[in-house]
């Protein structure tokens, strides 16, 4: 089994920032296909990145440019730095691994394993 561990969350003014943690138990992230995900309430859970067929992490168009992932080996943990928060990006932020398969980290791929959540807030 694998465990995910977020923290990192709070709140913010509108411009700030903000970096949020997920560390991994159990299983070592380089062998895992992760994302981030994330749900306002009233609304659907989206995906924030991923990582794509190609192994490169690919991003949702409206955190493009102010988002951006990285990893620490060494602890086994994922990074999500968010920059220019905006009130729109206030939700519950939310790590995920699964196990690719031959493909890779296809779009076929079930996310099996996922954080507890943490609550990001930006204020105007």
């Known amino acids: 089994q694998v465990q995910l561990v977020e923290s990192g969350g709070g709140s913010v003014q509108a411009g700030g920032s903000l970096r949020l943690s997920c560390a991994a138990f159990?299983?070592?992230?380089?062998?895992?296909?992760v994302g981030w995900f994330r749900q306002a309430p009233g609304k659907e859970r989206e995906g924030v990145a991923h990582i794509d067929s190609d192994g490169k992490m690919q991003y949702a168009d409206v955190v493009k440019g102010r988002f951006t992932t990285s990893q620490d080996n060494a602890v086994n943990t994922l990074y999500l730095q968010m920059n220019s928060l905006q009130p729109e990006d206030s939700a519950i932020y939310y790590c995920?691994?699964?196990?690719?398969?031959?493909?890779?980290?296809?779009?076929?791929?079930?996310?099996?394993?996922w954080g507890q959540g943490t609550q990001v807030t930006v204020s105007s």
């Open positions: 995920a691994a699964g196990f690719g398969d031959y493909r890779g980290c296809g779009p076929r791929l079930v996310y099996n394993y």
């Open positions: 159990g299983y070592s992230i380089t062998r895992l296909c």
